[in-house]
Antibody
Framework: VQLVESGGGLVQPGGSLRLSCDAS????????MAWVRQAPGKGLQWVAN????????YYVDSVRGRFTISRDNAKNSLSLQMNSLRGEDTAVYYC?????????WGQGTPVTVSS | ETVMTQFPATLSVSPGERATLSCRAS??????LAWYQQKPGQAPRLLIN???TRIGGTPARFSGSGSGTDFTLTISSLQSEDFAVYYC?????????FGQGTKVEIK
């Protein structure tokens, strides 16, 4: 299983960023997917989950209404649209498989929110 | 939200010794608990789910136990590659929540 994230970078507070994750060697369309983040020097925080066909989505309270998780099963791709970014959103964002325990992780893409 | 508390925050252990890490949930999670290992600069790796089921590739020296609110990860004889940060995570309800981690360091 390979999960490759992209789209991270430096953005100003209030700005937007779209993260992507390309999955290969994996039954993408039949599995839940998620995003988990890790602020610098801190622990892990679950951000969002999406079911197999995109009809169910769950978010941590701190991002609900600002972030949107989505998927394109035809392209084996997962996305996270992040709007109204804040300093506390600064973290490495990991694309992960699952909805219960998280079995496979990408290498992460860093997001820095700063002026 | 189910708060996961891990203790101790740091555990100093000599190679070959036994390490015992604890994780407590603020409400019952039955056995819906996973353990992860994270080494510096790497993504976390799933070790155990279902509180006690080792994932394929997890060495037998790692064992998980507990149910309800109190859980333990035991490393029977620490190897050099086991020095890392360990996280527990519950998956009985949303939001999924992680403990703050226990760092296992060389004594």
């Amino acid at each position: 299983v390979q999960l490759v994230e992209s789209g991270g970078g430096l953005v100003q507070p209030g700005g937007s960023l779209r993260l992507s994750c390309d999955a290969s060697e994996y039954s993408f369309s039949t599995n839940w997917m998620a995003w988990v983040r890790q602020a610098p020097g801190k622990g892990l925080q679950w951000v969002a989950n999406i079911n197999e066909d995109g009809s169910e989505k769950y978010y941590v309270d701190s991002v609900r209404g600002r972030f949107t998780i989505s998927r394109d099963n035809a392209k084996n791709s997962l996305s996270l649209q992040m709007n109204s970014l804040r300093g506390e959103d600064t973290a490495v964002y990991y694309c992960v498989t699952g909805a219960w325990s998280y079995g496979y992780w990408g290498q992460g893409t860093p997001v820095t929110v700063s002026s | 939200e189910t708060v996961m508390t891990q203790f101790p925050a740091t555990l100093s252990v000599s190679p070959g010794e036994r390490a015992t890490l604890s994780c407590r949930a603020s409400q019952t999670v039955d056995n819906n608990l996973a353990w992860y290992q994270q080494k510096p600069g790497q993504a976390p790796r799933l070790l155990i789910n279902g509180a006690s089921t080792r994932i394929g590739g997890t060495p037998a020296r790692f064992s998980g136990s507990g149910s309800g609110t109190d859980f333990t990860l035991t490393i029977s004889s620490l190897q050099s590659e086991d020095f890392a940060v360990y996280y527990c995570q519950q998956y009985i309800n949303w939001p999924r929540t992680f403990g703050q981690g226990t760092k296992v360091e060389i004594k």
